[in-house]
């Protein structure tokens, strides 16, 4: 319960991923679970299990690869499990919440549930800035700028890659 707590603080900005604990058991908790919501919110979206199947799963391979990717350019490949469990963390917390609301968004089409959606993805959009900026000890322009290629390149291609298979 004490790593949880620990790794909480990410989603408010408070805590620092690279003095975070190291925990191969704990992160892979956090991938299966990143795997199966991500399954679940694509499966809702395009209703084909087969194709949520190969774009989860390109879309997770993708996100650890850019994650061991940015970590071998920095020389810092040995913070991973840390870095990895911080990304799939804060992406987990704020499914929690992102679920009820693409389930209210596809029931009801209210604008209301467009404008918490487009909140939470932009909540995502600064957490996954923010661990970068922490990671790579860079700018905020620069962080905004990797996390824009962040998620280019693991949604963006993970989609295109999906179509093409």
Known sequence: MAILKQYLALCWFQSN?????????FFKKNLWFYYIVEFFIQVNMI?????????????TGL????????????????????IATAFLFTENVVAIFL??????????????????FAGLALWQ??????????TLSINIPAAITLSFLYFILTYGAAFGLAQII
């Open 99 to 116: 679920v009820p609301v693409i389930v209210w968004l596809t029931t009801t089409d209210s604008a209301l549930s467009y404008y918490t």
């Open 47 to 59: 209703d084909d299990p087969v194709e949520s199947f190969y774009e989860v799963t390109l879309e």
């Open 17 to 25: 991923p690279l003095a975070l604990p190291r925990s191969v058991d």
């Open 125 to 134: 959009y600064a957490l996954i800035t923010y661990l970068i900026r922490c």
């Open 63 to 82: 996100t650890l690869l850019f994650i061991g990717t940015m970590l071998l350019i920095n020389k810092s490949l040995y913070v991973f499990i840390q």
